[in-house]
C-alpha cells in the first residue's frame, strides 16, 4: 500500500520560508511523478508545483514561480517543497501526491493516484 506522509507546516510570517517534506513508502519512489497541491478554506484544491520521475523536469503554478522549489531526493523516498516569500493569502493545508505515470508532471489533479494526508501552512500578516 503506497503511504505519503508530508510534514513542515507551521505558522510563518508574510516574507517568511517554510520546507515542506512528503515520504513516501510502498512502492518504488523514483517510478512516481510528484505533485504538491494546497487548499485553502471554501475554497478548491490547486496545483502547486509536480516534479518528473528523474526530478530533471518540474512545473510550477504561475503564482508561486521564482519563489518555491520542488525538488527531490529518490534516495530518501522524499519530495521537498522549499516555500519563500509566503503571503498570508497562501495560507491552506498542502497535499504531495503521486502519479504513477511517472512522465507527467503536470497540474491535473486527476492523473494523480496517491494523496498525503496534508500539513497546515499558516502566515500571517
Known amino acids: 500500500q503506497v503511504q505519503l506522509v508530508e510534514s513542515g507546516g507551521g505558522l510563518v510570517q508574510a516574507g517568511g520560508s517554510l520546507r515542506l517534506s512528503c515520504v513516501v513508502s510502498?512502492?518504488?519512489?523514483?517510478?512516481?511523478?510528484m505533485g504538491w497541491f494546497r487548499q485553502a478554506p471554501g475554497k478548491e484544491r490547486e496545483f502547486v508545483a509536480a516534479?518528473?520521475?528523474?526530478?530533471?523536469?518540474?512545473y510550477y503554478a504561475d503564482p508561486v514561480k521564482g519563489r518555491f522549489t520542488i525538488s527531490r531526493d529518490n534516495a530518501k523516498n522524499t519530495v521537498y517543497l522549499q516555500m519563500n516569500s509566503l503571503k498570508p493569502e497562501e495560507t491552506a493545508v498542502y497535499y504531495c501526491?503521486?502519479?504513477?505515470?511517472?512522465?507527467?508532471?503536470?497540474?491535473?489533479?486527476?492523473?494523480?493516484?496517491?494523496w498525503g494526508q496534508g500539513t497546515q501552512v499558516t502566515v500571517s500578516s
Open positions: 501526491a503521486a502519479a504513477s505515470s511517472g512522465s507527467y508532471y503536470g497540474p491535473a489533479l486527476n492523473e494523480y493516484d496517491y
Open positions: 510502498g512502492r518504488t519512489f523514483s517510478s512516481f511523478a
Open positions: 516534479i518528473s520521475w528523474r526530478g530533471g523536469s518540474t
